[in-house]
């Protein structure tokens, strides 16, 4: 039952598969603590951004054999050694960002999600993360001739598994719940975690690859493609974060917002670590401040987006220059075969008056 008295303490159920008796319509289900018939409902479901988002998401179909990766193959030989490493370290994490998500969003996330456009779009994601972990493979058997030694290197570099292990225990106490029942706090606390992983975890990687750019284009422009997808699901999860606290205002909010300050700052200091353990201090670019700057920049982004309070408010990294530049698939060829460009699509975002 979509309980008007929920609190962060109150146990969530799961929704059913289905439930012949429900309490709730569509119209009136939240996007978790409802009881509704688990009918997906598209025109009667009160998150009408749901369904605009899913436009925009399927408007931006691709799929890794529209990237050459050709040219990657001599230019990755003519990195330097400390390029390469970068190049195979940042992948790796990579790697297991998207193979945490596909599973997570299965067993943590839709499980719970009472509105079927929300699980609409959740499927939709999770597709998306799946298919980026295709085309992180068809990046390395194309460039790498260390392809398998890269799928384990959690075993062999240490800050790897410790940033694996981070990821993991944001969303181990959803993912790996008793019987005992969940409560809302540990349900918000993976929204948070999904905003955390997909507007600042990504991008420690994603950066790398859009410096290399100018000489790893076919990887920069596969990179720029998953990118865009990570866009939109971040888009996602804030819009789900913040339709929970509009359905329940009792929620204590400003607990949520200490929670969210305390996950986004540990994050970003792991971040900063792991992008400066990536550089190794070699790349004038890749300074102390910039670095900083950058990932704070995008802790900051997840905050507000969140509908909380920035924590940093730092200049702009100079690092956003390979972003905006190599970051775009739109100004990038991005079919090897027809040389036509693949754009956003024009559909606009309506929050419909849920945020």
Request: net charge negative; glycine share 6%.
């Amino acid at each position: 039952m979509n309980n008007k008295n929920l609190t962060l303490d109150t146990i969530v159920e799961e929704a059913l598969l289905f439930n012949p008796e429900p309490k709730e319509s569509s119209s009136e289900a939240a996007p978790i603590g409802s009881n509704t018939d688990g009918i997906i409902d598209p025109t009667n479901s009160r998150y009408v951004w749901a369904l605009n988002l899913l436009k925009v998401m399927r408007g931006n179909e691709w799929g890794p054999e529209e990237v050459d990766m050709t040219p990657d193959t001599m230019a990755y030989k003519n990195l330097e050694e400390y390029e390469r490493t970068a190049y195979d370290k940042a992948i790796a994490a990579l790697i297991f960002n998207d193979s945490v998500q596909t599973r997570n969003l299965a067993g943590s996330m839709m499980p719970f999600i009472t509105d079927g456009n929300i699980v609409t779009c959740l499927a939709r994601q999770d597709w998306e993360e799946a298919l980026h972990s295709i085309s992180y493979d068809v990046m390395l058997k194309d460039v790498s001739p260390n392809r398998d030694e890269i799928y384990k290197m959690y075993l062999t570099d240490p800050l790897l598994k410790e940033r694996d292990r981070y990821l993991e225990k944001m969303y181990a106490e959803l993912f790996y719940r008793k019987g005992d029942g969940v409560s809302a706090k540990k349900v918000i606390k993976a929204m948070i975690a999904n905003n955390i992983l997909e507007g600042i975890m990504f991008y420690s990687g994603f950066i790398w690859f859009w410096f290399l750019g100018s000489r790893m284009k076919g990887s920069a422009q596969m990179i720029s493609f998953i990118a865009r997808d990570e866009r939109t699901h971040v888009l996602l999860f804030r819009q789900i974060l913040t339709s929970v606290l509009k359905a329940y205002p009792q929620l204590n909010k400003s607990e949520v917002e200490e929670m969210a300050f305390e996950m986004v700052r540990n994050t970003a200091d792991l971040e900063v670590e792991w992008l400066n353990y990536l550089t190794q201090g070699k790349v004038s670019e890749f300074n102390d401040i910039a670095i900083k700057r950058y990932i704070h920049g995008k802790a900051d982004d997840v905050m507000k987006g969140m509908g909380f309070s920035a924590i940093y408010n730092e200049a702009e990294s100079p690092l956003l220059f390979y972003e905006k530049e190599y970051g775009n698939p739109n100004k990038l060829k991005t079919n090897f075969f027809e040389g036509r460009p693949k754009t956003y699509t024009a559909t606009k975002l309506s929050t419909d008056g849920y945020l």
